[in-house]
């Protein structure tokens, strides 16, 4: 298991399959992090006018607003501007790691994923932004 | 009456005694029958007073010649005017009898044969001026000759009267004697029937000219044919001008056809033209159709590729992470068992996992969606990144594992890293699965100028030879059992040798049974132009 201290994270997930929620929002919980849970961009976008995460978890398809709309409209919250988003996505073809990075996430996590490598990238993420 | 009396009286010929006066002493009763003057109404008048006008002074003259000169028997020709005024030739013999001063006269009324002779004169000096040419043919002389041509004849054909009487008129066709109106012309003259022909004759310079001859049969008071009569017409320019019209008009009838025909053919090429237009309009549509259909086909494919891709991770994600979340102790400490069973289950699913990764991989290649992205690449950055990969794996099964980078590759090549990277960890996963003991070797090495190789050894329990090239299609390994006992999909090598050709190379294997394989990648080599920065190296 990796070392980190989690206890201080807080975390949006942002994901319409309940199962994915369910993994990541456990192994994020078991270790301490603050979870938070959104089924779609609207939720998650309501949800951040009260809360202020360490970092977003944020699925690419979805209903009601995907994850692209959600992002873009996160980035144009100023309080927000610094909030490091991973997506975290089933697309996970050739050139969907490129397409999101291009966008401007700040990390990129394939479903599925093992437990150790979901946390390796995250901390490598969140190192990087910081 | 005396007997001199009766021959006066009865008398055919006009018989007179005229004084010294010139008048008429007594005439016999033939005056009256002649001129229509009863005999003594002449009888004591002056003759000349019946002299026709104009022959007074040459009867005047005459008379004197007889009465002055005393010429004998004096023959001359005169007109008298008879009763109804009608003009009479007479021809006279006169003698004159000086001691009593008497003139004995005779006359015959020659007033017919007169006429006759006018009338032949008449005739021929009109055959003379006659602006055609008119030629005579004696039958009765042998071979038919001319005995009489016109001046027009010789203003014709140049030849004199004096030249051509004699010969038959056949001398006018040259050599030139096969022609239908000269067939016509002898078949008329057998049949003594008048005809008219069209000959080509020679003038006497050798000019042809075209003569128009019309010929008729003369035939005696008894019927028998006697002469032929020929009036000619040299019809040359006329000939000529038909001849231009017609081959005017011939030329104006093929003008005609020509200008029909290329207007057919011009036409028929216009609609063979609108034609083709509109079978190639048709055919691009239908190109345009099926390649729409085409992209269309491939739009869904990748699509759906995508969107099956997507929808199987989904479900493995919640497998495998609460799985792990099991194992990992989250849900508190499992059992012996638990947690084999649920290590079980992981294992399961990563081999599922990779399954669907080799199938998309597979279908991808197939839909020709997968491409080929060359760019320049560190190769010791991505043989590093190779054996990052890979290394876990051999130690697992506590293998050895070696790697060389031959000195002479460039550090820098060109290519598709993370497709090689795909090439090289697969056959390396392949190597160290099928092997239980020794050691993994992975080479990169130049290959003459222009190639470089990816060999991975192995030593372990080798391909039979009868295997070595089916190993390389979907879904063949060794034996069903290894792939149970083994794992891998199956897929692997046939996607290693789709990249591989893919890229451009090659893949062979070299096996011994239970002592191990060799795979070698051929692939060109291909150096960047430019020096590329180092972050580039080894990326993608």
């Avoid at chain 2, 030329?251 to 063979?272: K, V």
């Avoid at chain 2, 493995?316 to 012996?336: K, R, S, V």
């Avoid at chain 2, 699965?433 to 991975?456: M, N």
């Avoid at chain 2, 062979?508 to 580039?536: A, C, N």
């Amino acid at each position: 298991m990796v070392n980190m201290n989690m206890k201080t994270w807080s975390v949006l997930i942002v994901d319409d399959e309940p199962d994915n929620v369910g993994v990541a929002q456990k192994v994020l919980t078991f270790n301490g992090a603050t979870v938070r849970v959104a089924r779609n961009g609207v939720e998650g976008l309501k949800m951040l006018e009260s809360f202020f995460p360490t970092f977003i978890l944020l699925d690419l398809s979805m209903p009601e607003m995907d994850g692209w709309e959600m992002f873009r409209r996160v980035r144009q919250i100023d309080s927000l501007a610094n909030t490091p988003i991973i997506a975290l996505t089933a697309h996970a073809m050739s050139g969907d790691r490129e397409r999101v990075m291009e966008a401007g996430f700040d990390g990129y996590i394939a479903k599925p994923f093992r437990i150790d490598s979901f946390l390796e990238d995250i901390g490598a993420c969140l190192k990087a932004f910081l | 009456m005396n007997e001199l009396e009766h021959l006066f009286n009865l008398s055919i010929d006009m018989l007179a005694i005229v004084d010294a006066n010139g008048v008429f002493l007594r005439v016999n009763p033939a005056w009256e029958r002649v001129l229509g003057h009863k005999v003594e109404d002449i009888e004591g008048q002056p003759f000349m007073r019946f002299v026709y006008e104009e022959d007074r002074e040459l009867t005047q003259a005459t008379a004197l010649r007889i009465v002055v000169e005393k010429e004998e028997a004096v023959r001359f020709q005169n007109r008298y005017i008879s009763k109804d005024g009608s003009i009479r030739w007479l021809s006279w013999n006169a003698t004159a009898d000086h001691n009593i001063g008497s003139i004995y006269c005779v006359a015959r009324d020659i007033t017919h044969a007169k006429m006759t002779e006018v009338q032949l004169m008449l005739r021929n000096s009109a055959i003379e001026a006659s602006p055609f040419s008119i030629s005579i043919a004696d039958v009765g002389l042998p071979d038919m000759p001319l005995i009489y041509t016109n001046p027009a004849f010789e203003r014709m054909t140049g030849y004199s009267v004096t030249e051509v009487t004699g010969k038959n008129c056949r001398f006018l066709q040259g050599d030139d004697r096969e022609q239908p109106g000269v067939l016509a012309l002898r078949t008329a003259i057998r049949e003594e029937r008048p005809i008219t022909v069209v000959l080509r004759n020679y003038r006497k310079d050798g000019e042809m000219f075209y003569n128009e001859l019309s010929l008729a049969p003369i035939h005696d008071d008894r019927g028998m044919l006697t002469h032929y009569v020929g009036i000619s017409n040299d019809i040359t320019l006329r000939v000529l001008a038909d001849e231009k019209i017609q081959q005017q008009n011939q030329d104006l009838i093929l003008a005609n056809y020509n200008l029909a025909n290329a207007r057919q053919e011009a036409l028929e090429a216009a609609i063979q033209i609108a034609q083709q237009n509109d079978q190639l309009k048709l055919t691009n549509l239908a190109l345009g159709k099926a390649r729409k259909e085409a992209e269309n086909a491939t739009r869904l494919k990748s699509q759906f590729l995508a969107t099956m891709s997507h929808e199987l991770r989904t479900p493995l994600n919640a497998i495998i992470g609460y799985t792990e979340i099991h194992l990992a102790g989250m849900t508190g400490e499992l059992t012996g068992e638990q947690r084999d069973y649920q290590a079980r289950v992981l294992a399961n699913a990563d081999h599922l996992l990779q399954l669907i990764n080799d199938v998309l991989d597979i279908s991808k290649i197939e839909a020709g969606r997968l491409e080929i992205v060359n760019k320049p690449f560190n190769v010791a950055l991505w043989l590093e990144e190779v054996l990052d990969q890979t290394q876990g794996l051999a130690e697992e099964k506590k293998l050895g594992y070696t790697s060389a980078l031959d000195q002479r590759m460039p550090p820098v090549i060109v290519g598709d890293a993370a497709r090689l990277k795909q090439v090289a960890i697969n056959l390396l996963s392949n190597a160290i699965k099928f092997t239980d003991s020794g050691t993994i070797r992975l080479q990169i090495r130049k290959h003459g100028h222009e190639a470089w190789k990816l060999i991975v050894e192995d030593t372990g329990i080798g391909i039979p030879s009868h295997m070595q090239e089916t190993i390389f299609e979907e879904f063949r390994q060794v034996d069903s059992s290894s792939r149970r006992k083994q794992g891998g999909t199956g897929l692997g090598l046939a996607i290693v040798r789709k990249l591989a050709l893919m890229m451009g190379g090659t893949i062979r294997v070299q096996s011994q049974m239970s002592k191990g394989s060799t795979f070698t990648v051929i692939l060109p080599l291909d150096e960047p132009l430019h020096h590329y920065p180092e972050k580039d190296a080894g990326e993608r």
